[in-house]
C-alpha cells in the first residue's frame, strides 16, 4: 500500500492497553452519537432560553439559568462543526485530529480553547446557581435581598469575563503543529503537510501552571464546593418537608403550598447540580491525578478517556431541557403558551385554557407567590 510517512509522536491506535483499545473502538461511534446529541441539544436549549426570558420568568435562577443556556449552546454548536469536520469527514489516511486542509486545523486550534472556556463557564454558572439558592434558603430574609435579578446579571457577567482570563494559559499551551513528509515509500504518490494541533512541552512552565489553574480552579474548588451545597440543599429540603407537615396539620394550606413550591424548585436545581457533578466529578479527580502523576499518565488515561467524558458532557448539555418540564409546572405552562401556537387551532385552545385556567387559578390562590417568584428565582 503507498502513503506517506511522517516523522510523528505515536498515535494512541498503536498502543496496546486497555484503555487505548477501548479509544480506539469507541472513536467510530463517538461523532455520529455527539452530532445527534448537539443538534437536539441545541434546539432543546434554545426553547429553554425563549421560555426562560419571557417577563413572567424573570428571576434570579431563571437569569443563570438562560446563560447556562447560553454557553451549552455556544460549545454543542462548536462540537458539532468539529464532530462533523473531524469524525465524520475525517481524512481517511489520517489519524483522528489530523488534516491537510490547514483552515481546518486552524479551526482545531480555536477548537481545542473555545471548548475549554465554555465548559469552564458552565461549570462555575453551576456553582452561582447552588450558591443563590443555598442563601435564599438559608437566609430567607438577606437571602432575598442578595439574591437579586441584578445581582445575578452580575454574577454572570463577572463569570464569563473571569472564565475568559483564567483560561488565558491554556491558549498558549496548544499549537498548530504542521508536519511534512519526510519520505516516501512510494515514488508515485504525492504528499501534502498535515496539521494538527499540539501541546507545549509539559516541563514548560506556562503548561505547569494552566495545569494547575485548571486542576484547582475549574475542577477541585468547583466539585468540592458543589458536594457541600447540595448536602446542605438536602438538608434544607428535608427541614422544608418537616416545617409543611406541620403547616397542614394546623391548616395552614396556603404557607403549606408555598412550601411545597419552594421545595420542588430546589429539587429541580439540585437534579441540575447533582447530574452535573456525575459527569465532572470522577474526571476532575482524574485531572488533579495528572498534577501528582508521570507525564505518561496523562496519555495512557487521561487521554484515552477524553472522548468519552465529552459525550457525558455534551449529554448534560442537553438533557435539562427535560429536567425543567418534568419538574416546573410554570416552565411546562410557559413553554406550552408560547410553543403550542404552532399546534392545530382547536388542540392549542384545549391545551391552553386547561393548563392556563389551572395557573391563573394557582396565581390567584396565593398571590404571594409572585412576590416570592421575583425574589428568589423560583420556577416550580
Known amino acids: 500500500m503507498n502513503r506517506c510517512v511522517y516523522e510523528d509522536v505515536v498515535r494512541f491506535e498503536t498502543k496496546s492497553s486497555s484503555l487505548s483499545h477501548f479509544r480506539t473502538q469507541y472513536a467510530y461511534m463517538h461523532g455520529p452519537i455527539c452530532i445527534v446529541i448537539c443538534i437536539f441539544g441545541i434546539i432543546l436549549n434554545a426553547a429553554n432560553i425563549v421560555v ?16 447556562l443556556a447560553v454557553v451549552d449552546n455556544l460549545k454543542m454548536t462548536d462540537y458539532l462543526i468539529f464532530a462533523i469536520g473531524f469524525y465524520v469527514m475525517k481524512d481517511p489516511d489520517l489519524a483522528l485530529m489530523n488534516t491537510y486542509n490547514i483552515h481546518k486545523g486552524k479551526y482545531l486550534e480555536f477548537h481545542a480553547s473555545f471548548a475549554i472556556v465554555c465548559h469552564n463557564i458552565g461549570v ?8 443563590f439558592r443555598f442563601l435564599y434558603i438559608w437566609f430567607p430574609g438577606r437571602g432575598k435581598l442578595f439574591c437579586t435579578v ?30 511534512t513528509p519526510k519520505h516516501l515509500n512510494s515514488s508515485n504518490v504525492t504528499c501534502h ?4 494541533v499540539n ?18 480552579f475549574t475542577k477541585l474548588v468547583p466539585c468540592v464546593l458543589l458536594t457541600v451545597l447540595t448536602f446542605l440543599l438536602i438538608y434544607a429540603m428535608h427541614q422544608a418537608y418537616q416545617k409543611r407537615k406541620v403547616l397542614l396539620s394546623q391548616g395552614h394550606d396556603q404557607d403549606a403550598r408555598r412550601h411545597h413550591e419552594h421545595n420542588r424548585t430546589t429539587g429541580m436545581l439540585l437534579a441540575v447540580v447533582i447530574l452535573f457533578l456525575l459527569v ?5 479527580i482524574l485531572t488533579l491525578m495528572i498534577v501528582f502523576s508521570p507525564a505518561e499518565w496523562m496519555t495512557k488515561v487521561y487521554d484515552n478517556l477524553g472522548e468519552f467524558h465529552e459525550l457525558l458532557a455534551l449529554f448534560n448539555n442537553a438533557v435539562n431541557f427535560l429536567l425543567y418540564c418534568s419538574m416546573s409546572k410554570q416552565f411546562r405552562k410557559t413553554f406550552i403558551s408560547i410553543f403550542c401556537r404552532c399546534l392545530p387551532k382547536q388542540n392549542y385552545r384545549i391545551i391552553n385554557m386547561t393548563e392556563m385556567s389551572q395557573f391563573n387559578n394557582s396565581m390567584n390562590h396565593n398571590h404571594l407567590n409572585t412576590t416570592h417568584v421575583q425574589t428568589d428565582g423560583h420556577m416550580g
Open 199 to 216: 501541546m507545549i512541552d509539559q516541563k514548560d512552565p506556562v503548561f505547569i501552571a494552566n495545569t494547575y489553574i485548571q486542576a484547582i
Open 52 to 67: 426562560l426570558t419571557r417577563k413572567n420568568m424573570m428571576t434570579s435562577i431563571n437569569v443563570i439559568l438562560t446563560w
Open 193 to 196: 503537510a498535515k496539521y494538527t
Open 280 to 284: 465532572e466529578l470522577p474526571f476532575g
Open 124 to 131: 462555575w454558572l453551576t456553582v452561582s446557581l447552588a450558591i
Open 150 to 179: 441584578t445581582r445575578a446579571k452580575i454574577t454572570v457577567a463577572l463569570i464569563y469575563v473571569t472564565i475568559a482570563i483564567i483560561c488565558i494559559p491554556n491558549y498558549y499551551t496548544n499549537f498548530l503543529d504542521k508536519k
